[in-house]
C-alpha cells in the first residue's frame, strides 16, 4: 500500500488512491495478454516486448517522450544516466522497435532536452526524414546560480516519407495585437473582440506559449516529467486528423491519450508503471465529460495564461481566495 501524499484544500492534482486501483487495473492490458483489442487501450509492459506483438502500418503519429538522460525515479524504472553513446543506442533500439507501426505518411516526434538533443538528431536522421526542431519554453524550476537557468526543451519532427499531413490552420495561435495596423481605414490581419484585438498567427518552431501544469490545474499529475495537454494537441492537431491513431511508447501519466481522445483521435499508450497505467485510465475516465484542453478553446490556440478557460480559471481562485478570508 502506497502512502497517501497530504494535499492543500485547493490543490486539484490528479492521482489514484489503493481502491482506484484495484478498479482501473481492469481496464489496462498487460504485455503478456495482448491481442487484437489495443486500439484506444493503455498497455502495461516493457516497450521491446509489447512492440513485436504490434501490426505493421496502422499508426499516423508516434510521439515519444522518453527518458532523458538523466539520472531520474520513475517508480519501479529508475532511469540512469548514461555515456552519449550508449543512450544514442538505447533510443536507436527504442525507435527501430516501433518504426514497423508506421504508415507511410506517418509523423514522428521526439522529445528530449539540450544535452540529448544532438544524439536524438543523429539517431532520427539514420531512420526518418527531419523536418523541423522545435524548442518550448519550459518556464518552471528553480535558478541556477553559476549557470543560465535552463528553461527549454526541444521536439524533432520527423515523418516516415514526402507524403505527411501538416494541417496548419488547426494549429495557428491567437494573440493580442499590440500596435494594431490599418489599411484603408480597415483593420489589417487583426480582428476586435470584447476583449481586445487579436490576430491569429502562423505557428512556428518556438513555443512560448505553453503553460507548465501546476496544482491548481486538474490536469496535474504527480509524474515527474509530464508533458502539458497543450502541447501535445498541437502536434495532435497539426499532423493527424480525426479518427487517425496515436501512439505513445512512453505514456506515463497518459497525456497523449488523453488528449487525443478529448481530440477524437485514436490512441494507444504503453508504459512500464502500472500505477501510472491506471492514473492514465482515470483521467481518461475524466475525459468523458471533460474535453477542456488549457489554452486551446473556439478551435485556436491562445497564447499563454490568456483565453476564455484562463478567465474563468481566474474567477475560480478569486472565489477561493475569498473562501480562505
Request: proline share 4%.
Amino acid at each position: 500500500m502506497k502512502k497517501e501524499k497530504i494535499r492543500a484544500k485547493n490543490n486539484r492534482t490528479t492521482f489514484v488512491t489503493d481502491e482506484e486501483m484495484k478498479i482501473f487495473r481492469k481496464k489496462i492490458i498487460h504485455s503478456d495478454n495482448l491481442g487484437n483489442d489495443f486500439i484506444n487501450k493503455t498497455i502495461n509492459g516493457k516497450l521491446d516486448e509489447v512492440s513485436k506483438k504490434l501490426p505493421n502500418g496502422f499508426v499516423d503519429l508516434l510521439f515519444i517522450d522518453p527518458p532523458y538522460n538523466l539520472n531520474k525515479d520513475f517508480g519501479n524504472n529508475k532511469f540512469k544516466a548514461k555515456k552519449d553513446h550508449d543512450y544514442e543506442e538505447i533510443f536507436e533500439s527504442w525507435l527501430t522497435s516501433i518504426l514497423h507501426t508506421l504508415k507511410r505518411d506517418a509523423s514522428v516526434y521526439v522529445c528530449c532536452d539540450w544535452k540529448s538533443s544532438p544524439m536524438i538528431y543523429n539517431v532520427l536522421s539514420k531512420h526518418l526524414i527531419i523536418r523541423n526542431r522545435i524548442t518550448w519554453e519550459r518556464e518552471k524550476g528553480r535558478g541556477a546560480l553559476s549557470n543560465w537557468k535552463n528553461c527549454s526543451e526541444d521536439i524533432w519532427f520527423a515523418t516516415f516519407s514526402d507524403n505527411y499531413k501538416f494541417n496548419v490552420d488547426a494549429v495557428k495561435l491567437k494573440k493580442k495585437v499590440i500596435a494594431p495596423y490599418k489599411e484603408n481605414g480597415l483593420a489589417k490581419d487583426w480582428k476586435e473582440e470584447e476583449s481586445g484585438k487579436y490576430r491569429l498567427t502562423h505557428p512556428s518552431n518556438l513555443w512560448t506559449d505553453i503553460t507548465i501544469p501546476f496544482w491548481s490545474m486538474p490536469e496535474n499529475t504527480d509524474h515527474p516529467t509530464q508533458k502539458p495537454e497543450k502541447l501535445v494537441a498541437k502536434i495532435i492537431l497539426a499532423s493527424t486528423n480525426e479518427g487517425d491513431v496515436v501512439l505513445d511508447p512512453f505514456s506515463g501519466s497518459g497525456t497523449t491519450s488523453v488528449v487525443s481522445k478529448k481530440l477524437k483521435r485514436k490512441y494507444i499508450g504503453i508504459d512500464l508503471n502500472e500505477e501510472y497505467c491506471c492514473l492514465t485510465e482515470k483521467r481518461l475516465s475524466l475525459a468523458e465529460n471533460d474535453k477542456v484542453i488549457q489554452g486551446y478553446s473556439n478551435g485556436v490556440f491562445w497564447d499563454r495564461n490568456s483565453g476564455p478557460e484562463q478567465i474563468l480559471d481566474n474567477k475560480r481562485n478569486e472565489t477561493n481566495n475569498l473562501e480562505l478570508l
